[in-house]
């Protein structure tokens, strides 16, 4: 038997298995627990998940963007050999073993595989607080991030680093498929708020206890950036900063009413902000202009309002249907519950939080989000793209095109800055830019060919035809429908 579990209520579960008439052998089981949905194996992959091609390869006469901000080149050549970029020139500079695959780059471009710099290894299916990793959902949500091009993720903060960790080195290892991955390990604060239960309490700590949890995750877990939560005071704050430079760790916060602040940054030697939204003062081109010069990054994810305000459905509509990033790779029992939900229940929730503790609504959010974007991209401060997914209407990998059709779109940033957000800036804020995120030699061989021009119109971006992980071409179609791992 094989099944998937979901975060549905028993009453949608029932109702939604009604309403999938085209799905004739799925089933719902309903439990104490949770409902599962079953799903006959004639609907799903009988493939496991694999790479179609692990040996050189010549894109040959293709357009490149290399994620660093400079124009598309046309008419070039780019090598990779032994899973890494080993030469890019003119069409037909370049000489490739004999044994290498050569792929025909007339009307494709490729650029950098995409970094979701603000994700989750966990979380949303069951409400804006999740009950922790459900590793089954974590095997395929990994493979829709590589279906979608996405081949790096930052998972930004989990109740359950040891999972994450796991998760992240069975990755490295190839135990299982997925995009390379790096975490923020368990989030802390002084008090909880908005996320109670997750997060590590510290109330009046003193710098050794301090010390000690970052040992911990810097030498058990192999943490590198610790996140901070919204109930932080600055003095404790600051405390943690000092302990973690002393470490060369680093610290991102998600202070909620005070992210993008530039006071706390100034005070605290924070290093960035996980998110450009929340605010309760409408952002300024001076504050933009205090961060650049503190050198405070900054990770966009405007993609969230269409979770938080249900925007997304109310402009669009049914913008799953045909929306192959989502129906090609998500559960049906997922889609049909965010279709049936439209994300209301959500939009409430946030709309309390923005009147209760800012004093703001939905929509003033997400105004300034888009022009907050935009401010920060002209000041030059570090602003990359991420997603917060997996929430309902957030999906896991379609997300990050989303995102970036915001930014072009909604605040105004060209396509060309827009894709450097997504991989340079992202590769640079991990500090993993002499890993990946550009189209260099001796970089990672992660890449993303597309039809058409994302540097002329950014949905282009969507348009996949090969995904390179490490040098190796994805099969795409053998990720598709495996919803049994």
């Not at 290399?66 to 124009?71: L, Q």
């Not at 950098?112 to 804006?128: E, M, N």
């Not at 600055?234 to 006071?263: F, Y």
Request: proline content about 5%; glycine content about 10%; some cysteine.
């Amino acid at each position: 038997m094989i099944t998937i579990k979901t975060g549905l209520t028993i009453a949608s579960a029932l109702l939604l298995f009604a309403a999938l008439p085209a799905m004739s052998q799925t089933s719902v089981i309903v439990s104490e627990r949770e409902p599962t949905v079953v799903y006959d194996p004639a609907d799903l992959n009988p493939i496991d998940p694999r790479y179609e091609y692990e040996g050189s390869t010549l894109l040959r006469n293709i357009r490149v963007i290399d994620g660093t901000g400079t124009e598309p080149v046309e008419g070039q050549d780019v090598l990779v050999v032994d899973g890494k970029i080993a030469a890019v020139g003119p069409t037909g500079s370049l000489e490739a073993p004999g044994d290498a695959r050569v792929i025909d780059g007339d009307g494709l471009t490729v650029l950098p595989g995409l970094i979701d710099v603000h994700g989750h290894f966990y979380g949303g299916w069951r409400g804006g607080n999740d009950s922790g990793i459900k590793p089954t959902y974590v095997k395929w949500q990994l493979l829709t991030y590589l279906y979608a091009g996405v081949t790096h993720v930052h998972d930004i903060g989990t109740p359950f680093p040891d999972v994450a960790a796991d998760i992240r080195d069975q990755i490295a290892a190839g135990a299982i498929m997925g995009p390379d991955a790096t975490m923020s390990g368990q989030f802390f604060e002084t008090a909880p708020v908005g996320a109670a239960g997750e997060s590590m309490l510290f109330v009046n700590p003193s710098a050794d206890a301090v010390g000690g949890w970052l040992d911990k995750q810097k030498h058990t877990f192999g943490v590198e950036m610790v996140k901070c939560h919204a109930g932080t005071s600055a003095q404790i704050l600051k405390l943690v900063v000092t302990e973690a430079v002393e470490r060369d760790m680093r610290v991102v916060c998600d202070l909620w009413h005070l992210n993008g602040s530039p006071w706390i940054a100034d005070m605290t030697g924070l290093h960035g902000y996980a998110h450009n939204s929340f605010m309760s003062i409408e952002p300024s081109p001076e504050d933009a202009a205090r961060l650049a010069e503190l050198g405070t990054f900054i990770t966009s994810t405007t993609v969230m309002y269409d979770t938080f305000g249900a925007y997304r459905v109310q402009t669009e509509g049914d913008y799953t249907a045909g929306n192959s990033l989502i129906e090609d790779v998500q559960p049906p029992a997922w889609i049909e519950a965010a279709r049936s939900r439209g994300g209301e229940e959500s939009s409430a929730r946030y709309q309390s939080i923005f009147e209760g503790i800012m004093g703001t609504d939905n929509d003033m959010q997400r105004n300034w989000v888009f022009k907050w974007n935009k401010i920060l991209v002209d000041a030059g401060v570090l602003l990359g793209l991420g997603t917060d997914a997996p929430y309902t209407n957030n999906w896991t990998g379609e997300s990050m095109h989303r995102e970036m059709e915001l930014w072009v779109n909604e605040s105004g940033i060209s396509p060309i800055q827009t894709i450097k957000g997504a991989t340079h800036t992202n590769a640079r804020i991990l500090k993993i830019e002499d890993r990946t995120g550009s189209i260099a030699v001796g970089l990672e061989g992660d890449l993303l060919v597309v039809e058409g021009n994302p540097a002329e119109n950014i949905s282009d971006s969507r348009n996949i035809r090969y995904v390179f992980n490490n040098g190796k071409i994805v099969d795409r179609e053998s990720l598709t429908r495996q919803w049994k791992h």
